[in-house]
């Protein structure tokens, strides 16, 4: 299977660079590249769990990997523009709706919450930096929104994998689980905020 396959390239990767290469896998998965961060964050817990990286090390190396990889695609929506994420993109697999339908998800409430609950959404995730610098939306805001998402996303699947260490193959089945059951409380809490706001219009 191709997820399998991308998990033993990863964890060759992890094995030959250590925390550099860590960084650069979650650099890729915050980009274009179709890198998912369940091939790569489960296998930097299990050396953690193995005693041979630290764990604050392991937190610190993805999210900045995260965070070079978001800054990539924010600067190539930016400067570049659509038409430029789209040529680079034809060499990584991008697929043009997966693409148009992050923006329209950007675009519903642009700014920092959306951009934090991105990090957490299949696909999304890959792309939601793209839309935030084709809209020019600010650095910073931009920046604290994807560090906070990004760690707290690596972190679960990290802590996932060192705790599941002997059964590391429970780890890939039921991750893409449980980004339905977050994909499904973020819908719920996003129907519950607007009938939440369209009563107390109601009520003025």
């Known amino acids: 299977m191709i997820t399998e ?28 590249f179709p890198l998912p961060s369940e091939a790569v964050m489960p296998f930097v817990g299990f050396k953690v769990a193995d005693g041979r990286w630290n764990l604050w090390m392991a937190i610190a190396a993805t999210s900045l990997g995260s965070m070079i990889g978001s800054w990539l695609s924010y600067a190539m929506g930016y400067y570049g523009g659509k038409p430029l994420v789209l040529k680079v993109g034809k060499y990584l697999l991008l697929k043009q709706r997966d693409l148009e339908w992050t923006e329209r998800f950007f675009h519903r409430r642009a700014g920092a919450m959306t951009i934090f609950i991105g990090r957490f959404i299949p696909v999304v995730r890959h792309f939601i930096s793209i839309p935030a610098g084709v809209g020019k939306m600010p650095w910073l805001p931009f920046s604290i929104a994807t560090l906070i998402g990004a760690t707290i996303w ?39 905020w607007f009938w939440s706001r369209r009563k107390t219009s109601s009520n003025q």
Do not use: C
Not at 157 to 164: A, E, F, M, P, S
């Open 5 to 32: 396959k991308v998990s033993e390239i990863a964890v060759e990767i992890l094995d030959a660079t250590g925390y550099a290469g860590a960084a650069g896998l979650m650099a890729l998965e915050s980009m274009i």
């Open 154 to 192: 690596n972190t679960f699947l990290l802590l996932l994998g060192k705790h599941l260490r002997s059964n590391w193959h429970v780890v890939q089945k039921y991750s893409h689980q449980v980004d339905i059951v977050i994909v499904a409380l973020i819908l719920v809490g996003g129907v519950w």
